[in-house]
Structures are given as structure tokens and as C-alpha cells.
């Protein structure tokens, strides 16, 4: 068996995700997770999809079922991270909904007790973030996304983390720990 791998889900968040794909790419070892609305995502912000397949293995929510995640039952990844991540995914991943490829993953990854990193795009009541065309603007995340946030940092094996640089000291300090 080779030496497992880092999950890696983008999903249709466009909240940094520049900088999460450029951190990507610096690792070794990592399996990309697209949804849907990540595919439009990466198009809208000008990251060609491509290029990533040429970098790493990507995976593309085409089938129902979701195949992929039975990788974790076969010891296949260390650690699931999500980022940058929905308030839709959030809210699913809160209420145990597992429709998607990435809420499977993430549901898989906590019944095989695999660490999961989660950078949700709605951890405060105001949020700076960037749009495409790198257009800076103010977000007001509802309650209701920030309770689901706040539910999801109760989950076992989770990390939730509230911006970019917490993102790459988790994911840097998980991959020191293996």
C-alpha cells in the first residue's frame, strides 16, 4: 500500500479561492475533490482546470454515488480538507446530509475517523472577500450560515478554521503530525 494522501474539496465558493488553490499547489501527495459549482467556480476566477488535472488527480462529482470516497475506507487519505467551502455544504455537513460528493466525503472521512480541515466561506458576521476580477467587497453572513459554522467546529475529527493563514498552519501542522 502507498502512503496515504491528502483529500483535497473545493466546492463552490469563490471566498479565497485563489489563494487555497495556490497552497495546493505547493503540496505533495494530494487528490482533488470538485463539486458542481467548484467547476464554475475555478472558470469564473480564471484557475484553468486543466492545469490542475496536469498537477494531481482530480476528481468530478459526475456520478450519484459517489465512488470515490470508498478510498477512505482502503486507508487511502490521512486527512480530508475543505476549503474554501460553501454555506450550502456547511449546512448539509452540520445536518449530516451526504448527497454530494463532498458531504459524502466528508461524512465518510468522520465514520473512518479521519481528521477532516473545513475553511467555511462564513465565519463572521462581516467578512471582506474577493470576487473575480480581484474586486474586494463586504459579506453579512445570515445567522442561520453562521450556526451551522459554529455547529460544524462541535463535530469529532473536525477543524474549522477562519481564514486563509489558519488554513495553511492546519493543514502545515497536520502533515508535520503524520
Known amino acids: 500500500m502507498q502512503k496515504p494522501r491528502l483529500a483535497w474539496a473545493l466546492t463552490g465558493s469563490g471566498h479565497f479561492i485563489e489563494e487555497c488553490v495556490e497552497f495546493i499547489l505547493t503540496l505533495d501527495q494530494v487528490d482533488l475533490y470538485l463539486s458542481q459549482a467548484a467547476e464554475e467556480v475555478l472558470k469564473m476566477y480564471g484557475i484553468p482546470l486543466e492545469s490542475l488535472k496536469q498537477r494531481m488527480p482530480v476528481y468530478?462529482?459526475?456520478?450519484?454515488?459517489?465512488?470515490?470516497?470508498?478510498?477512505f475506507y482502503k486507508g487511502y487519505?490521512?486527512?480530508?480538507?475543505?476549503?474554501?467551502t460553501t454555506s450550502n455544504t456547511i449546512a448539509k455537513c452540520s445536518l449530516g446530509i451526504a448527497d454530494s460528493l463532498?458531504?459524502?466525503l466528508y461524512a465518510q472521512a468522520g465514520k473512518c475517523r479521519i481528521p477532516s480541515i473545513v475553511y467555511p466561506c462564513d465565519?463572521?458576521?462581516?467578512?471582506?472577500?474577493?470576487?473575480?476580477?480581484?474586486?474586494?467587497?463586504?459579506?453579512?453572513?445570515r445567522p442561520i450560515e453562521l450556526e451551522a459554522t459554529d455547529s460544524l467546529r462541535q463535530f469529532?475529527?473536525?477543524?474549522?478554521?477562519?481564514?486563509?493563514?489558519?488554513?495553511?498552519?492546519a493543514v502545515e501542522q497536520r502533515l508535520r503530525h503524520l
Not at 77 to 84: G, K, R, S
Open 60 to 71: 468530478r462529482d459526475k456520478a450519484a454515488s459517489a465512488p470515490p470516497v470508498g478510498l
Open 156 to 169: 469529532p475529527f473536525t477543524e474549522v478554521v477562519d481564514d486563509v493563514s489558519a488554513l495553511i498552519n
Open 102 to 104: 463532498v458531504t459524502n
Open 77 to 84: 487519505y490521512h486527512t480530508l480538507v475543505m476549503a474554501p
Open 123 to 141: 465565519t463572521a458576521a462581516e467578512i471582506e472577500t474577493t470576487a473575480p476580477g480581484n474586486k474586494r467587497f463586504m459579506v453579512y453572513p
